[in-house]
């Protein structure tokens, strides 16, 4: 069975300041990936995924991800941070051929300092 | 209105009780997801539909646990004789095709059950 692991509970940043948010998953081959971002009583939303093909995608609100095979990660960036993107973001696996239910990491909680 | 709404937004339940979640999706949807969110976690699967069949259940923790879509729209998660454990958000999410890879799946706010 797939699963997902994000190290980090809880990241501070300045406002402006470069964003890096880890993912590892496990999986026995290339598996879909996702980030959602879930904002306080707001419903998860999706920001980019991965399917194949080119290993740096782009999402939406300026983050990007790439998908690392040797590493099994799938970092999330964002080259300047905005007070507004305060939230809390899931790194999600999807299985190949089972099925569509997706496995969710724990969470990282961005706080954002102005 | 334009995305998936869930009811009631809380409920607090006595342990014991029985409770029903109920979930509308964006019309149209074909694929209806159920997922438990417990403090300080990911959500977890418990179910999915395609239009009116369940497919998938592999996810439900215990027979207690019920889900229907009996029209292929609105999803009711049933929960019987609630327990402590039980208390977490429940989160549902539709998506226009078959598959929630391709087919970006929609959340809804989620029901935070609090069983007491």
């Known amino acids: 069975a797939q699963s997902v692991t994000q190290p980090d509970i809880h990241i501070t940043v300045s406002e402006g300041a470069s964003l890096e948010l880890r993912c590892n998953y496990s999986y026995g081959a290339t598996p879909y990936l996702f980030w959602y971002v879930q904002s306080p009583g707001q419903g998860l939303q999706l920001l980019l995924k991965?399917?194949?093909?080119?290993?740096l995608v782009q999402g939406i609100k300026g983050f990007e991800a790439e998908f690392k095979r040797s590493q099994s990660s799938f970092n999330l960036r964002k080259p300047s941070v905005h007070w507004s993107d305060a939230a809390e973001y899931f790194c999600a696996v999807g299985a190949r051929g089972g099925g569509n239910k997706l496995t969710f990491g724990t969470g990282t909680q961005l706080k954002v300092e102005l | 209105g334009a995305g998936v709404s869930q009811s009631p937004r809380y409920k607090v339940a006595k342990r014991g009780q029985d409770v029903a979640l109920r979930c509308d999706p964006i019309s149209g949807h074909v694929s209806l997801f159920w997922y438990q969110q417990a403090l300080g976690q990911g959500p977890e699967f418990l179910t999915y539909?395609?239009?009116?069949?369940?497919?998938?259940k592999s996810g439900l923790p215990s027979d207690r646990f019920f889900a229907e879509r009996p029209e292929g729209s609105v999803s009711t998660l049933k929960i019987q004789r609630t327990q402590q454990e039980d208390s977490a958000v429940y989160l549902c999410?539709?998506?226009?095709?078959?598959?929630?890879?391709?087919?970006?799946?929609?959340f809804g706010n989620g029901t935070r059950l609090t069983v007491t």
């Open positions: 999410a539709s998506s226009l095709g078959q598959s929630s890879y391709n087919s970006p799946l929609h």
């Open positions: 539909f395609q239009n009116e069949a369940q497919l998938d």
């Open positions: 991965y399917f194949s093909g080119d290993t």
